[in-house]
């Protein structure tokens, strides 16, 4: 089961990337090493925590795909991690639950929202790393 789950993960990060246009913000799989190199690079980030079973996870979803298509976050990069098959690798990060996101402008941790499926907040807490 464990693999069916790291598979459909990977599938949606090949879906979602694939789904990107080239002036928007480039989504990743998230691995630590990921992370420090957008922060060792001075990167807006955002680190999406998802779980595939999520119902929130897949509300925020749709509005994380729209929102990051503006041009005003082409320099975003989105860290898409799986709750269930990361837990070890989102220790250093605290993260207690899916439906997690946690921005970071200058290599440091601005905000973070759980559980949040407004497409007005999102952007608020998306709009904090410009």
Known sequence: MTQFR???AGLVAVILVGAVPATAAEWKEFTP????QAQSEGKPILVDVFAPWCSVCRA??????????EPKYKDLVVLKADFDTQKEQLKPLNVRSQSTLIVFKDGKELDRSVGDTSQLSIEGLLDKTL
């Open 33 to 36: 090493e990921a992370l420090a």
């Open 60 to 69: 925020q979803n749709p509005i994380l795909t729209q929102l990051t298509r």
């Open 6 to 8: 790291a598979f459909i």
